[in-house]
């Protein structure tokens, strides 16, 4: 019986219950009665049925805990009802607004099993029903009108192998407009519907018979691969990788790809940028984001700072406040950065940037200047506030997210109230948040962007901070003598060797707070893996293996990334009891979890993390303790989720945790680069723990290059800096 549960099915009949309903009316649990009076329990998704309603599911019946047998349906077909009390019943619901049970029953009474026929070709008919005028008749016609389009649009998409979750997305985005816009241009989707790419809509081209070499492909495509870019870093692509990938991509032929490129940057929709005689390709939005953030850098640095700069005076005043004398790199960064209306102050782990931002905080307040403190994240801000002993936020909530406008409060038109603003983690700023971020900068504030220029560039595309330094237009202070000793300087110091590209002293040690683990296969170094973070670290150093213990690796693939060792520490120590899943992922109440997309609306951002602390499987929600705020999540914003046991060292940006377990195998080659063990190091606050192979480790500290991301804000900072420093032209024409 088991297996002929498992078998695709299909049945037909009427929803006469509806035993659950999320919120959005996306997800339910309904009852539906067969044309031979059987009852079955389905879980629909993306459909909104409602009681009385006429379907065909097709799916399969898969066991609930409960034990009950539920059909999983993948396909909805709605149908109109056949029988006069269906039909009377379909009126009378919400989907017919204005018509009531009795009026319902009286045009039934009057038409019998032609009412539909009479409703879609004769609706002027309805006024032979009592009490019917022409102006009732009308709004009847009207209200029938609009749910046929419902009907036709969710057919449509369904018969084109839209999945019930998006045909009901792409109704809401367009209306009874859907079907005209799939058909005339599927592609649209991907870039208007969320959570459609351009694998979906292309998938959706081909069935409504769009031709592989269509222009509106070719278009379409382009973008895509300059999206693709864009998720690994680049700004922009030169104009022949470009090309060589859409064709290679779209399996089109060259001259196709060049001639609606060009067609393209014609209608402005892309850019075409010449930088030492090689064209470089942008999306129209991402060149003027650019352009935007070099016009904004040479605004703030052509004022005045209101700060005064540190005397030899007051050096000697802040070196009593702080009881001991500043070193000689550290005074000059001092007298340099705090009179500037806009410089950086870079170094790692141990080399004191956090005493510089003190004192340069101490200065300001002492001179009644009014001072921000933000970071990225919301880790790295309370690492902020800790160092500081002052108030800090993430860039997000400094700013000020507003959601019925789309965009933040502080901007150009409503500038920051403040004299200086202090950025920490600058090295994770993007492109898009370096925007934002500069135009809040009123004229009369002065900037300090603070981070490493040794670590990862952002997750996003851009590297801000490190074009901004190579410009070598901006005062920067660079600290390199490590002063940081005690309890984490094994970590620190094996952190500054990795960077000057040596192999650890000690790292063959199996002792201390910094050790390698030897494990060349695989599955040996997850197995490894797993007991360091469940048994070995929590019993030798007392953590908690949930919240005080993060893995780090390069990727998520393979048998060595996020999914295979999230699979595997959930199974050792994650949540249990009722779950709520997500693809193949079941989400527990005591898991660890990790926002993986900004959420304007719920104030989480990329990179988040945080533990469920409930589930309410009913009603479909999530409740996530991140940072000490409770949040619910439900319906689409659990898709932002995802495990958090493991993360790639991207994601780790911007935090700290008192242990850090890294693995490294050869099996990750392509990623293995000395800035990203550098980072994944310098994440570890009391322990750091390397497993993996020996070849590996030494391949990624003797790698310099990385991935060179393609930008030019280092260009056309320099560019405005020298030619034309208050130049307001507006680069988007």
């Known amino acids: 019986m088991a297996d002929e549960h498992k078998a695709r099915v299909q049945i037909e009949g009427e929803v006469v219950r509806i035993r659950y309903q999320s919120d959005d009316g996306d997800f339910q649990v309904l009852i539906i009665q067969t044309n031979s009076g059987e009852e079955h329990t389905a879980v629909v998704r993306g459909s909104a049925l409602e009681v009385d309603d006429q379907v065909k599911l097709g799916g399969e019946f898969k066991a609930h805990r409960s034990g009950e047998m539920q059909l999983n349906a993948d396909r909805v077909e709605r149908a109109l009802p056949s029988s006069a009390d269906g039909i009377a019943r379909f009126l009378s619901s919400s989907r017919i607004p204005g018509v009531g049970k009795s009026l319902a029953r009286a045009i039934v009474d009057r038409f019998g099993e032609a009412t539909i026929d009479v409703l879609t070709k004769q609706p002027s008919r309805l006024r032979e029903v009592p009490g019917v005028g022409k102006k009732r008749a009308r709004q009847i016609a009207e209200a029938w009108g609009a749910a046929a389009a419902i009907r036709d649009v969710i057919i449509f998409l369904q018969s084109h192998n839209i999945s019930p979750a998006f045909a009901a997305r792409i109704h809401r985005q367009y209306g009874d407009r859907a079907v005209a816009i799939v058909r005339n241009d599927p592609y649209r989707l991907a870039r208007e519907v969320r959570g459609i790419g351009f694998i979906a809509a292309d998938r959706i081209a081909s069935a409504t018979g769009i031709a592989g070499d269509d222009p509106r492909r070719v278009a379409a495509g382009l973008g895509w691969v300059l999206n693709l870019a864009s998720g690994e870093g680049h700004v922009c692509l030169p104009e022949e990788e470009l090309v060589a990938r859409a064709r290679d991509t779209l399996n089109v032929d060259e001259n196709r790809v060049r001639s609606v490129l060009d067609t393209q940057v014609s209608a402005r929709e892309l850019v075409r940028d010449t930088a030492d005689g090689e064209a470089l390709i942008y999306r129209r939005a991402v060149f003027v984001a650019e352009e935007d953030v070099a016009r904004e850098v040479t605004r703030i640095a052509s004022g005045c700072s209101p700060i005064p700069a540190i005397d030899a005076a007051r050096l000697k005043a802040l070196e009593k406040s702080f009881a001991f004398d500043f070193a000689p790199g550290q005074a000059k960064a001092l007298r340099m950065l705090s009179g500037c209306s806009l410089a950086i102050l870079t170094g790692g782990p141990g080399t004191g940037k956090t005493t510089i931002v003190r004192a340069i905080v101490d200065h300001a307040e002492q001179c009644e200047a009014r001072v921000l403190l933000a970071a990225p994240t919301g880790r790295a801000a309370k690492r902020l506030a800790d160092s500081t002993g002052r108030e800090a936020k993430t860039i997000h909530r400094l700013l000020r997210f507003d959601p019925r ?4 409060l502080f901007g150009s038109d409503e500038p920051l109230e403040a004299d200086l603003v202090i950025i920490d983690e600058a090295s994770m700023l993007d492109l898009e ?8 900068i009123g004229e009369h504030t002065a900037l300090l962007l603070v981070g490493d220029r040794d670590q990862l560039p952002p997750v996003g595309a851009g590297q801000v901070l490190a074009d901004l330094i190579r410009s070598d237009t901006l005062p920067v202070a660079s600290l390199n003598q490590v002063f940081r000793q005690g309890d984490r300087s094994e970590i620190v110091v094996a952190a500054h060797a990795v960077r000057r590209g040596e192999i650890p002293a000690g790292a063959e040690r199996a002792d201390g707070e910094f050790f390698f683990v030897s494990r060349d296969d695989p599955d040996a170094a997850l197995e490894t893996i797993v007991h360091l973070v469940t048994e070995r670290i929590p019993k030798a150093f007392k953590l908690n293996p949930i919240s005080d213990v993060q893995v780090l690796v390069p990727t998520h693939a393979g048998r060595l990334g996020t999914r295979a060792l999230n699979r595997a520490l959930q199974s050792a120590i994650g949540g249990r009891g009722p779950a709520i899943r997500r693809g193949s992922v079941a989400f527990h109440a005591g898991d660890r979890v990790m926002q993986v997309r900004n959420n304007y609306t719920l104030e989480t951002y990329n990179g988040d993390t945080g533990v469920i602390t409930d589930i309410d499987v009913g009603e479909r929600k999530l409740y996530v303790d991140i940072d ?22 991207h994601k780790s940006q911007g935090s700290e945790f008192p242990a850090v377990v890294m693995a490294l195998s050869t099996h990750h080659f392509k990623l293995l680069q000395r800035k990203l063990v550098y980072t994944g190091m310098t994440r570890a606050r009391e322990l750091l723990v390397v497993v993996g192979s ?11 290059s990385g991935v060179e991301r393609y930008t030019r804000l280092a260009d056309r900072v320099l560019r405005r800096r020298v030619d034309s420093p208050l130049d307001p032209q507006d680069p988007s024409g």
């Open 405 to 408: 406008s789309g965009g933040f």
């Open 628 to 649: 000490g705020r409770r949040i619910c999540y439900a319906g689409e914003d659990i898709d932002e989720l995802e495990l958090a046991y493991a993360v790639t060292v």
């Open 433 to 440: 948040l370096a925007r934002s971020l500069l135009r809040a």
């Open 694 to 704: 020996p070849r590996a480790f030494r391949m990624a500290v003797e790698d310099v």
